[in-house]
């Protein structure tokens, strides 16, 4: 806080970057990685790094799914039943219809286009919230999932895509390897592209945005489309590491996919789209997950802490926006 | 000051003295003082942002002032929430509707005391009895059960009088009362207001229309930029031009701007009976081409709701659009900017012009982006900056950087950014909404200054205000509506009193026209 209270007589650059939060959140993935370091050795090894990316490589894809919703002040519901849809049908033409791998991928990325579509159109047509809109589509896509399969998974699924599953450099997973383009395609969004402006201003006053020329219910749509596609592409990188289809992917992904875009200080409201601090909080929730398996505590408690860590997030983003409006109208 | 209040010998009931409030950048109130006494109607007159509705809210409790005293029956009073001025006796008719849509009219009117059987069950055959009491005083047909939502604004004030005087307050405010009521039913509403003035209630009456004023109240106090103009005189020793005068004062420091006849440059915007679904009817009107158009009219007359037609934020009903002379279908604000070059400059610069939590520099590059971005959609580093530098440099936007959170700016430099933003766009035709409000002196002038030389470059200007003395030193020519239509189209002759008096007349003709008179038989007291 003191920091911002300073800022304005530095210079703009030096201002925004010692107001990031990023700098607090390295920094306590670093304090945290000393600790775990401390208390058990084998936080170090090549293997638990490997462990480490390789479930970030899927989550944090999954954050960055609800991040470009929350992006636009909507929520995404259904962003684990349009990835366990999506695994359910790719692993179903890998294995039914014996569909080469890279064309079974690419019709399970349209199939994300078409949830994406659903949630967006439905959403902007009926001007229903987008929580209802994708609670009711996440029971859709769900019960698709359950009913093509009767629940069941698919194993069979074609070699060279698993062994990219799998396989790692060192401690550094393959998969990883896709959810580093991810990242950077979605920075480059924000920072550099027409669309990824257009985005943050519907989030941040869509009238505003709307009187100003922009279409607001195109990028609504769009919006939901991304945020479609990258569950998808979490849920085929998470298929290969798994080396099967599980109807179950995708269950347990709606507290981190909230968790983690929240930790990193995203506004509810919407209007920012903090790309780098997601990752860094991805990094963070890891490590505690990973902490707790390491000092072999109880993993149930991995919820508990989740749940505490958003409340604790979510206050001090509250916090702090309540002392960003007292001093702007003291000035 | 003195010689006018000649204190009567009946009691205050409220009592204000020394009422000052700040909100960041303005200063609402200054130092103002209100005397309402038992058995009598007072009101409470002035333009738009005045002050009058601050008050009122000091008055029920829903701001607290920085300064001053308020006194209920001689008693000092420090009001927290509405709930307490509610409790010490005061109910207010409120100008914004403060009714509960979905809830029916019977469960609004009696919302604040519910009658209550056994103690905690709400008695629903009372609460109906009791509404249709009221209702009946009212002398109108409203089924209790129906929900509000399915009322006309008619009705809807109706149920809001009905529920402030179910509450039996010993001192009533009315904030625009009449707004949307018939002459038949304002004439019965003033009938029990006078009973209730002759039982002893205390009655603040705000309103615009001024034979309301000299028909049912008594006395009253004029505000005039936060200050008041008059305090508590006599109704019977002033007369309307006097009051008038009161209310506007005289014309501010005017920057000279020299009369202009472009009648016959080319029209760049043009009106042809145009009605529209917001409530804009049968509107004709022409802008030419490096003209500055004023749009006067009172809050509500339909100004800002032709400038959303215009930019095809709600749809044309009838009549037609024509740009450069030709035809103009606009479907959206998009349309309105890049094919016809028309831009908007919202009235709400915080809730419609600006992303306050952005940046200036996104804020202004807003309208650009279009047009930086390559076939790729992708933006250049630094060429925002180098569109948007100069309209801040031009418009000498205070900003420590361009990357400054639009949010922490001033209200005056806020204002700019919204203006900033269209100059960026490279308009033709430029909708000004109510520019200065709220906005200091110094860049008022500013401002006003910009928008001459803006029209002597070309640019065609609609400026709507509710600020007269801004309304006769800008504008070439000067259309007023009332009530949604066209009052008439006044030549500016940049002479204040004069234009003030021909607006002040337009405005009143139509809006007490004969015929609709007050029977004079309610209006006599008993």
């Known amino acids: 806080m003191r920091v911002a209270t300073l800022s304005p007589h530095r210079s703009g650059r030096v201002y925004a970057l010692a107001n990031r939060e990023w700098v607090w959140l390295a920094g306590i993935v670093v304090l945290m990685s000393i600790g775990l370091t401390i208390l058990e050795p084998n936080f170090l090894s090549q293997f638990n790094f490997y462990v480490l990316l390789r479930g970030i490589a899927v989550t944090l894809i999954v954050a960055y799914a609800q991040l470009m919703v929350l992006v636009v002040g909507q929520l995404n519901l259904s962003v684990g039943a349009t990835g366990g849809m999506v695994a359910i049908c790719t692993g179903g033409m890998m294995e039914v219809w014996g569909l080469p791998a890279l064309v079974s991928i690419a019709l399970g990325l349209l199939i994300g286009v078409a949830a994406g579509l659903a949630n967006g159109l439905l959403t902007t047509r009926t001007g229903i919230n987008g929580f209802i809109i994708t609670l009711a589509t996440a029971s859709a896509f769900t019960g698709i999932t359950i009913g093509l399969n009767d629940a069941k998974p698919y194993y069979d699924l074609?070699?060279?895509?698993?062994?990219?599953?799998?396989?790692?450099?060192?401690?550094?997973?393959?998969?990883?390897?896709?959810?580093?383009?991810v990242g950077v395609l979605l920075w480059v969004l924000f920072e550099r592209t027409l669309l990824g402006r257009q985005i943050l201003a519907v989030g941040g006053n869509p009238r505003a945005a709307e009187l100003s020329g922009i279409q607001v219910h195109r990028i609504l749509v769009i919006v939901f489309v991304i945020s479609a596609v990258l569950s998808s592409i979490a849920a085929i990188i998470l298929m290969a590491r798994l080396g099967s289809a599980q109807p179950s992917i995708g269950s347990d992904w709606l507290l981190p996919s909230f968790a983690i875009p929240i930790v990193a200080g995203i506004a509810l409201s919407g209007g920012n789209?903090?790309?780098?601090?997601?990752?860094?909080?991805?990094?963070?929730?890891?490590?505690?997950?990973?902490?707790?398996?390491?000092?072999?505590?109880?993993?149930?408690?991995?919820?508990?802490?989740?749940?505490?860590?958003?409340?604790?997030?979510?206050?001090?983003n509250r916090l702090r926006a309540v002392r960003e409006a007292k001093q702007a109208s003291l000035s | 000051m003195s010689a006018t209040i000649q204190a009567p010998a009946r009691t205050s009931a409220l009592e204000l003295r020394g009422i000052r409030k700040a909100f960041p950048g303005v200063l609402a109130l200054d130092d103002v003082d209100l005397v309402l006494r038992s058995g009598e109607i007072h009101a409470l007159v002035g333009e738009n942002g005045a002050g009058k509705s601050t008050l009122l809210k000091i008055i029920t409790g829903i701001y607290r002032p920085d300064e001053g005293t308020v006194k209920v029956d001689g008693v000092l009073q420090s009001f927290g929430s509405p709930r307490d001025a509610l409790q010490a006796g005061i109910g207010i008719v409120h100008q914004e509707r403060n009714l509960i849509p979905r809830f029916s009219v019977a469960e609004n009117i009696t919302l604040e005391q519910p009658p209550v059987r056994n103690g905690q069950w709400v008695d629903r055959a009372r609460m109906r009895q009791e509404s249709e009491r009221w209702l009946e005083l009212l002398e109108v047909s409203i089924d209790p059960d129906q929900p509000v939502e399915n009322l006309s604004v008619a009705h809807r004030q109706l149920v809001e009088i009905a529920k402030a005087l179910s509450?039996?307050?010993?001192?009533?405010?009315?904030d625009e009362p009449t707004a949307s009521l018939t002459p038949h039913?304002?004439?019965?509403?003033?009938?029990?207001?006078?009973?209730?003035?002759?039982?002893?209630?205390?009655?603040?009456?705000?309103?615009?229309?001024?034979?309301?004023?000299?028909?049912?109240?008594?006395?009253?106090?004029?505000?005039?930029?936060?200050?008041?103009?008059?305090?508590?005189?006599?109704?019977?020793?002033?007369?309307?031009?006097?009051?008038?005068?009161?209310?506007?004062?005289?014309?501010?420091?005017?920057?000279?701007?020299?009369?202009?006849?472009?009648?016959?440059?080319?029209?760049?915007?043009?009106?042809?009976?145009?009605?529209?679904?917001?409530?804009?009817?049968?509107?004709?009107?022409?802008?030419?081409?490096?003209?500055?158009?004023?749009?006067?009219?009172?809050?509500?007359?339909?100004?800002?709701e032709v400038a959303r037609t215009i930019i095809g934020d709600v749809p044309l009903l009838s009549g037609e659009l024509m740009v450069d002379g030709q035809p103009a279908r606009i479907g959206d604000a998009r349309e309105a900017l890049e094919r016809y070059r028309i831009g908007y400059v919202s009235e709400n610069r915080q809730t419609e012009g600006l992303i306050l939590s952005h940046s200036v520099l996104s804020n202004v590059a807003m309208t650009v982006w279009d047009r930086l971005a390559n076939m790729l959609g992708w933006i250049q580093s630094g060429s925002e900056r180098s569109a948007v530098a100069p309209f801040i440099s031009r418009l000498q936007v205070k900003t420590p950087t361009l990357e400054q959170q639009v949010g922490n700016l001033s209200g005056g430099n806020q204002q700019k950014v919204s203006l900033a933003k269209w100059l960026a766009a490279e308009t033709s035709i430029l909708i000004i909404d109510e520019p200065t409000v709220g906005i200091d002196v110094k860049t008022k002038h500013e401002l006003h200054e910009l928008i001459w030389e803006l029209s002597n470059q070309g640019l065609s200007i609609l400026l709507i205000s509710s600020d007269m003395p801004e309304m006769v030193q800008l504008a070439d020519r000067i259309v007023v509506m009332v009530d949604r239509r066209l009052a008439g189209t006044l030549p500016n002759s940049r002479d204040y009193d004069e234009m003030s008096q021909k607006i002040m007349e337009l405005i009143h003709r139509r809006a007490d026209p004969p015929g609709t008179e007050i029977p004079p038989e309610l209006l006599s007291a008993q």
């Open chain 1, 158 to 181: 074609p070699n060279r895509y698993v062994e990219f599953g799998q396989g790692r450099i060192g401690p550094f997973p393959y998969i990883a390897i896709v959810t580093a383009i």
């Open chain 1, 273 to 316: 789209a903090p790309i780098v601090n997601t990752a860094l909080a991805a990094f963070l929730i890891a490590l505690i997950d990973n902490g707790l398996v390491l000092t072999k505590a109880d993993p149930y408690w991995i919820q508990f802490l989740l749940g505490a860590i958003i409340l604790g997030a979510v206050g001090l």
């Open chain 2, 185 to 304: 039913e304002t004439a019965v509403l003033f009938d029990i207001l006078k009973r209730l003035r002759d039982e002893g209630v205390a009655i603040l009456f705000v309103s615009h229309k001024l034979e309301e004023i000299f028909a049912i109240c008594d006395r009253v106090t004029v505000l005039r930029d936060g200050k008041e103009a008059a305090l508590d005189r006599g109704l019977e020793t002033l007369d309307r031009d006097e009051l008038v005068t009161l209310m506007i004062g005289r014309a501010e420091q005017v920057s000279d701007f020299q009369q202009r006849d472009l009648n016959d440059a080319l029209p760049a915007l043009e009106l042809r009976n145009v009605t529209s679904s917001a409530g804009p009817t049968d509107i004709s009107l022409i802008l030419h081409t490096g003209e500055i158009l004023g749009l006067y009219g009172l809050v509500g007359a339909g100004r800002t």
């Open chain 2, 167 to 174: 509450l039996r307050s010993r001192i009533l405010l009315l």
